[in-house]
């Protein structure tokens, strides 16, 4: 993706209730994971996860990840 006139590139690393963004290039970073409760009939998912479970939620993390990787971007680059 494009920001700031930079192409970033990442990867999300993630299960079923964690999940981290790692900034892969033009430079190196990552996110904290960020964990939902087991207890919540939920998951997280990206659009590659096809297969619905009964009785539980999909959450897509597509989204928050691209901000994310945004954030982690700004937070290194613009560091001083």
Do not use: C
């Not at 963004?21 to 033009?26: A, F, G, M, Q």
């Not at 297969?51 to 700004?74: A, N, T, Y």
């Amino acid at each position: 993706m494009e920001h700031d006139g930079e192409t970033l590139k990442g990867e999300i690393v993630y299960w079923s209730k964690d999940y981290r963004v790692e900034l892969t290039s033009p430079i190196a970073a990552q996110s904290q994971n960020l964990h939902m409760m087991y207890m919540i009939p939920a998951r997280f998912v990206t659009p590659l996860d096809t297969q619905p479970m009964d009785r539980v939620k999909d959450v897509d993390i597509v989204d928050e990840s691209i901000r994310k990787l945004k954030l982690l971007f700004e937070q290194q680059f613009y560091k001083s």
